[in-house]
T-cell receptor
Framework: AQSVSQHNHHVILSEAASLELGCNYS??????LFWYVQYPGQHLQLLLK??????LVKGIKGFEAEFIKSKFSFNLRKPSVQWSDTAEYFC?????????????FGGGTRVLVKP | SAVISQKPSRDICQRGTSLTIQCQVDSQVTMMFWYRQQPGQSLTLIATANQGSEATYESGFVIDKFPISRPNLTFSTLTVSNMSPEDSSIYLC???????????FGPGTRLTVT
């Protein structure tokens, strides 16, 4: 079964700092990759996704992620964070050949942006 | 993306009782999913619910404990039966979007079992 690991459980940074959250998965076949965000008191929202093509994908609110197949990674980045980026971020992987439409989630990273 | 609502949004229940959580979608969807998010942990898939067929449960989850109904293409329920404090979690439903493999999530139901 595939697994997903997120390297950091908690990240604290100041506004305007750059953010990078790591995500690695264990499955060797074709994958679809997602980052979800959960703002305080809100439901889980899709931030960005990778299915195929350009490995650098751009999402909402200035976020981007890069798929590096050789490293089984899909790291999330934002060049300059804002206080409103305080949230929990989840990486998720879909392995269609192994698991159909199911998603496997990483453990999540809580990001706190200090004003 | 689909608009998903869940009822109740939160509840406090006594040990040994059962709670049924409803999930309503504003459009017809083929697949619905139920997840559990235990305190401080990530999301774990409980089961996949397709309309007109029995739900498919993940390892560690059984129908007697988490019976699921899917009477039509816009609605599903998850029952948490014979609850214990270990069942205290957020329960989320999600739906498969118009693009393959893309899921959209409801707001969740926060359950506390005392």
């Amino acid at each position: 079964a595939q697994s997903v690991s997120q390297h950091n459980h908690h990240v604290i940074l100041s506004e305007a700092a750059s953010l990078e959250l790591g995500c690695n998965y264990s499955y060797g076949g074709t994958v679809n990759l997602f980052w979800y965000v959960q703002y305080p008191g809100q439901h889980l929202q899709l931030l960005l996704k990778y299915f195929s093509g350009d490995p650098l994908v751009k999402g909402i609110k200035g976020f981007e992620a890069e798929f590096i197949k050789s490293k089984f990674s899909f790291n999330l980045r934002k060049p300059s964070v804002q206080w409103s980026d305080t949230a929990e971020y989840f990486c998720a992987v879909n392995a269609p050949q192994a698991a159909g439409n199911k998603l496997t989630f990483g453990g999540g990273t809580r990001v706190l942006v200090k004003p | 993306s689909a608009v998903i609502s869940q009822k109740p949004s939160r509840d406090i229940c006594q040990r040994g009782t059962s709670l049924t959580i409803q999930c309503q979608v504003d459009s017809q969807v083929t697949m619905m999913f139920w997840y559990r998010q235990q305190p401080g942990q990530s999301l774990t898939l409980i089961a996949t619910a397709n309309q007109g067929s029995e739900a498919t449960y993940e390892s560690g989850f059984v129908i007697d404990k988490f019976p699921i109904s899917r009477p039509n293409l816009t609605f599903s329920t998850l029952t948490v039966s014979n609850m214990s404090p270990e069942d205290s979690s957020i329960y989320l439903c999600s739906v498969l979007g118009s693009l393959p493999y893309e899921q959209y999530f409801g707001p969740g139901t926060r359950l506390t079992v005392t």
